[in-house]
């Protein structure tokens, strides 16, 4: 069993950075991807970044990819989102998630099991 625990949420105005953390408790294998995703009032769901656990690869969507970066300390079982030029169209609650039986596919949320509760991101001036 698994459980995340994300933090680092926050107002900031546009243009600002943020670094959200996802800390996890239980064992993370490496055939497991950790991902981030987000959800808008009104919205569904989507994919934002994800990191490979076992390569380090890592990927994030058109919209975000060149200011978002997906990391993770393997020591403190923790990983991380550094967001960087927001925009108010960034503004959701994001959300860290764990496909613990990573084939390839990692896009869709519904192959992640384990989700964290959420935190809330809001960009404006």
């Known amino acids: 069993q698994v459980q995340l625990i994300e933090s680092g949420g926050g107002l900031v105005q546009p243009g600002a950075s943020l670094r959200l953390s996802c800390a996890a408790s239980?064992?993370?294998?490496?055939?497991?991807?950790m991902g981030w995703f987000r959800q808008a009032p009104g919205k569904e769901r989507e994919f934002v970044a994800v990191?490979?656990?076992?390569?380090?690869?890592?990927y994030s969507a058109g919209s975000v990819k060149g200011r978002f970066t997906i990391s993770r300390d393997n020591a403190k079982n923790t990983a991380y989102l550094q967001m960087n030029s927001l925009k108010p169209e960034d503004t959701a609650v994001y959300y860290c998630?764990?496909?613990?039986?990573?084939?390839?596919?990692?896009?869709?949320?519904?192959?992640?099991?384990?989700w964290g509760r959420g935190t809330q991101v809001t960009v404006s001036s």
């Open positions: 239980g064992r993370i294998f490496s055939n497991s991807a």
């Open positions: 990191i490979i656990c076992g390569s380090g690869n890592t």
């Open positions: 998630a764990v496909n613990s039986n990573y084939r390839g596919n990692f896009v869709s949320a519904t192959l992640y099991d384990y």
